[in-house]
């Protein structure tokens, strides 16, 4: 199923995912989402992966099963 919408976008640059979207998703408040963009369109994709720390989706390294950021995991090593 393909679900289209038009929405405006506000001053501080945030949009409105609908309801039929985030339930089809199953993207709940609290989630992360990763954003991409090229010279032509942008991507929003549900973040499955996220820092077990932190919950940031940024520079991941997989570590025995487990995601860690790149951040994190310079201060685990100071
Ligand atoms: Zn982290």
Do not use: Q, W
């Amino acid at each position: 199923m393909i679900y289209t919408n038009f929405r405006e976008i506000d001053k501080a640059g945030r949009i409105v995912i609908s309801k039929d979207i985030r339930k089809h998703l199953n993207i709940n408040p609290g989630d992360y989402l990763h954003i991409e963009a090229n010279d032509e369109c942008i991507t929003i994709k549900k973040a499955e992966n996220k820092c077990v720390f932190c919950n940031s989706v940024d520079n991941l390294i997989l570590f025995e099963g487990k995601h860690i950021c790149k951040t994190c995991l310079d201060k685990l090593k100071s």
